[in-house]
């Protein structure tokens, strides 16, 4: 026979689990005990914290898509939780005039191939770089559209670094820790609206890395809303 109990103990601050074990010997029974510490004090503040950092950062999950940009040229915002819940996310800063520019096929290419499955690449022009991004909005859309035949959601001209960071960079920064280093940053946003990945602008769209971390998140199943 046998049997388990749990006790605090005030002295050590410790939870202990007490297993007890009973064992016929010639008529006699012979009992052991068994004392093992479960928890201590340092195991349970790690535990909490853990509780802490994992609510905090579904909160930020959680208001990191519910803002709004107008697309590229357009009058009406577009609230991205609403138009893009359950869709995995490519979230891009670009430029017309950068020797990255040319990963606007490579990225067109990556959004054809998965928006059946719930993907979208979603481009951000922005002038933060050495002024790489000067035209009006109607110039960077005719540019990519007739230079890369760029198709994927391209949205108003904003600013992705410092403290004049549009407030979806300030919010995928914070959840990464690292900021646009240069045009065509790249953040991954899972179905669930968490920053999952980030690569740097030298990685291409067809990257091994990249190609295989979208996948993962695709095959994640939808939410259900």
């Known amino acids: 026979m046998s049997g388990?109990?749990?006790n605090y103990?005030?002295?050590t601050q410790a939870v202990n689990r007490v297993t007890g074990f009973c064992h016929p010997t010639e008529g006699i029974l012979v009992m052991f005990v068994l004392v093992e510490r479960v928890m201590t004090p340092k195991?349970?503040?790690t535990m909490a914290f853990v509780a802490l950092l994992g609510a905090a950062s579904a909160a930020l999950a959680a208001g990191l898509l519910d803002v709004?940009?107008?697309p590229l040229t357009g009058k009406t915002p577009v609230n991205l939780k609403e138009r893009y819940a359950g869709q995995v996310l490519l979230v891009v800063n670009t430029a017309s005039k950068c020797g990255y520019t040319p990963q606007?096929?490579?990225l067109e290419a990556l959004h054809q191939r998965y928006t059946p499955k719930g993907f979208a690449v979603l481009g951000f022009p922005s002038n933060d770089f050495r002024g790489q991004e000067p035209g009006?909005?109607?110039?960077i859309q005719e540019f990519c559209t007739l230079t890369y035949g760029v198709k994927f959601p391209m949205f108003e001209k904003v600013s992705v670094i410092g403290e004049n960071?549009?407030?979806l960079y300030k919010a995928m920064t914070q959840a990464t820790g690292t900021a646009p280093g240069w045009n065509f940053h790249k953040y991954l946003i899972s179905r669930d609206g968490r920053v999952v990945a980030q690569f740097p602008s030298k990685t291409k769209p067809d990257d091994p890395a990249l190609v295989a971390a979208i996948?993962?998140?695709l095959a994640a199943p939808r939410a259900a809303r």
């Open 215 to 217: 996948e993962r998140e």
């Open 68 to 70: 709004s940009y107008r």
């Open 136 to 139: 009006t909005e109607k110039e």
């Open 165 to 167: 960071a549009t407030p």
């Open 104 to 106: 606007y096929e490579g």
């Open 43 to 45: 195991f349970m503040k």
């Open 9 to 11: 103990n005030t002295k």
């Open 4 to 6: 388990v109990v749990f």
